[in-house]
Protein backbone atom coordinates (compact mmCIF):
# COMPACT_ATOMS: atom_id res chain seq x y z
CA UNK A 1 0.00 0.00 0.00
CA UNK A 2 2.40 2.82 0.81
CA UNK A 3 2.74 6.37 0.55
CA UNK A 4 -0.15 6.37 -1.71
CA UNK A 5 -2.96 4.92 0.11
CA UNK A 6 -4.32 8.60 0.96
CA UNK A 7 -4.37 9.81 -2.66
CA UNK A 8 -8.33 9.79 -4.37
CA UNK A 9 -8.33 9.47 -8.05
CA UNK A 10 -11.23 11.60 -7.88
CA UNK A 11 -9.39 14.52 -6.44
CA UNK A 12 -6.30 13.84 -9.14
CA UNK A 13 -9.17 14.78 -12.05
CA UNK A 14 -10.66 17.75 -10.08
CA UNK A 15 -7.14 19.00 -10.15
CA UNK A 16 -6.60 18.49 -13.86
CA UNK A 17 -10.02 19.73 -14.45
CA UNK A 18 -8.87 22.94 -13.01
CA UNK A 19 -5.72 23.31 -14.31
CA UNK A 20 -6.68 23.04 -18.18
CA UNK A 21 -9.89 25.68 -17.17
CA UNK A 22 -7.40 27.72 -15.48
CA UNK A 23 -5.13 27.36 -18.57
CA UNK A 24 -7.83 28.09 -21.37
CA UNK A 25 -8.70 31.16 -19.41
CA UNK A 26 -5.54 32.87 -19.50
CA UNK A 27 -5.70 32.26 -23.07
CA UNK A 28 -9.10 33.76 -23.54
CA UNK A 29 -7.89 36.69 -21.72
CA UNK A 30 -4.78 36.76 -23.40
CA UNK A 31 -2.19 36.73 -20.91
CA UNK A 32 -0.55 33.27 -22.68
CA UNK A 33 -0.04 34.00 -26.22
CA UNK A 34 -0.75 30.92 -28.15
CA UNK A 35 2.03 31.69 -31.05
CA UNK A 36 3.70 28.41 -30.02
CA UNK A 37 1.10 26.62 -32.55
CA UNK A 38 2.43 23.89 -34.33
CA UNK A 39 0.83 24.97 -37.53
CA UNK A 40 1.28 27.58 -40.39
CA UNK A 41 0.14 31.61 -39.47
CA UNK A 42 -1.35 33.56 -41.84
CA UNK A 43 1.61 35.56 -42.26
CA UNK A 44 3.57 32.96 -43.00
CA UNK A 45 1.12 30.89 -45.48
CA UNK A 46 1.02 34.62 -47.24
CA UNK A 47 4.99 34.34 -47.53
CA UNK A 48 4.58 31.30 -49.01
CA UNK A 49 2.04 32.45 -51.23
CA UNK A 50 4.19 35.07 -52.24
CA UNK A 51 7.06 32.48 -53.03
CA UNK A 52 4.83 29.98 -55.22
CA UNK A 53 3.59 32.85 -57.23
CA UNK A 54 7.36 34.91 -57.78
CA UNK A 55 9.59 31.50 -58.10
CA UNK A 56 7.22 28.78 -58.89
CA UNK A 57 7.80 26.92 -55.37
CA UNK A 58 6.05 23.72 -55.35
CA UNK A 59 8.08 22.15 -52.47
CA UNK A 60 10.40 23.09 -49.11
CA UNK A 61 13.07 21.87 -51.78
CA UNK A 62 12.63 24.67 -53.91
CA UNK A 63 12.18 27.76 -51.60
CA UNK A 64 15.13 30.27 -51.44
CA UNK A 65 16.99 30.18 -48.33
CA UNK A 66 15.65 33.83 -47.53
CA UNK A 67 12.14 32.74 -47.59
CA UNK A 68 12.44 30.05 -45.45
CA UNK A 69 14.50 32.33 -42.86
CA UNK A 70 11.84 34.92 -43.10
CA UNK A 71 9.00 32.06 -42.28
CA UNK A 72 11.29 30.18 -39.77
CA UNK A 73 11.70 33.89 -38.06
CA UNK A 74 7.57 34.45 -37.45
CA UNK A 75 7.17 30.89 -36.11
CA UNK A 76 9.36 28.28 -36.07
CA UNK A 77 8.01 24.61 -34.41
CA UNK A 78 9.28 21.34 -34.46
CA UNK A 79 6.93 20.45 -37.96
CA UNK A 80 7.72 23.87 -39.77
CA UNK A 81 9.67 21.34 -42.68
CA UNK A 82 6.72 19.39 -42.78
CA UNK A 83 3.92 22.40 -42.97
CA UNK A 84 5.55 24.19 -45.30
CA UNK A 85 6.61 20.74 -47.64
CA UNK A 86 2.28 19.95 -47.58
CA UNK A 87 0.98 23.65 -48.03
CA UNK A 88 3.50 24.30 -51.28
CA UNK A 89 2.18 21.28 -52.49
CA UNK A 90 -1.52 22.36 -51.72
CA UNK A 91 -0.71 25.31 -53.30
CA UNK A 92 0.52 23.21 -56.56
CA UNK A 93 -2.33 20.85 -56.77
CA UNK A 94 -4.72 22.97 -56.14
CA UNK A 95 -3.73 25.49 -59.05
CA UNK A 96 -3.47 22.07 -61.27
CA UNK A 97 -7.10 20.70 -60.88
CA UNK A 98 -8.81 24.51 -60.92
Known amino acids: MG ?8 TDA ?3 IDASASY ?5 EG ?5 N ?5 KKQKKLLTEAHKEHGCTSVWEL ?5 EQVEEV ?19 DSIYK
Open 31 to 35: RIKRE
Open 75 to 93: NNHETIYQNIDRFLSDLYF
Open 14 to 16: INI
Open 3 to 10: RNRDRRPE
Open 24 to 28: FASVC
Open 37 to 41: MRTLN
Open 64 to 68: PYEVW
